[in-house]
């Protein structure tokens, strides 16, 4: 009765270490991960609400900004928040340095004129992640 019980428990032992997955022991993929700057777009000092030739020239060479920046593949993601608060928008830039980046946005007419001010963070993630535009399904 012991020699059975043994080869049981021997047998049991065996068949349960046959059971562990062979992953098992891989380690789960690394991500690479590296640093974006965000800019967080607030209402700035020269901020208002009227609708005026010269706001509407501002905004139409803030939009031609967005665009420059994005084609230069360093903007990654630009869009406004839409609920009305301080908080307009935001960018996201994949740069060198963060001084290359405030480079960039402080050249955005917005800016410039003082309707929108910039406030930068640092923000790790995954490396060379991206925002592809797909046409909506029908």
Same mark, same amino acid.
């Given at each position: @009765?012991?020699? +059975?019980?043994? !080869?049981? !428990?021997?047998? !049991?032992? %065996?068949?349960?270490?046959?059971? %562990?997955?062979?992953?098992? /022991?891989?380690?789960?993929?690394?991500? =690479? @991960? +590296?640093?974006?700057?965000?800019?967080?777009?607030?209402?700035?000092?020269?901020?208002?609400?009227? =609708?005026?030739?010269?706001?509407?020239? !501002?905004?139409?060479?803030? @939009?031609?900004?967005?665009?420059? @920046?994005?084609?230069?593949?360093?903007?990654?993601? /630009?869009?406004?928040?839409?609920?009305?608060?301080?908080?307009?928008?935001?960018?996201?830039?994949?740069?060198? +340095?963060? =001084?290359?980046?405030?480079?960039?946005?402080?050249?955005?007419?917005?800016?410039?004129?003082?309707?929108?001010?910039? =406030?930068?963070?640092?923000?790790?993630?995954?490396?060379? %992640?991206?925002? +592809?535009?797909?046409?909506?399904?029908?």
């Amino acid at each position: @009765m012991k020699k +059975t019980r043994t !080869i049981s !428990i021997s047998l !049991i032992a %065996i068949l349960l270490g046959a059971a %562990i997955p062979a992953f098992a /022991a891989d380690p789960p993929p690394a991500y =690479e @991960m +590296t640093t974006y700057y965000v800019a967080f777009l607030y209402r700035g000092p020269a901020w208002s609400p009227e =609708e005026t030739p010269e706001r509407a020239k !501002i905004q139409e060479g803030h @939009m031609a900004n967005i665009q420059r @920046m994005a084609a230069t593949g360093k903007l990654l993601v /630009a869009g406004p928040f839409t609920d009305d608060g301080d908080l307009r928008g935001l960018f996201v830039f994949r740069t060198g +340095t963060l =001084e290359e980046a405030k480079a960039m946005a402080e050249q955005d007419p917005a800016v410039k004129a003082g309707r929108l001010r910039l =406030e930068w963070h640092p923000w790790f993630a995954a490396k060379n %992640i991206a925002v +592809t535009a797909k046409a909506e399904a029908k």
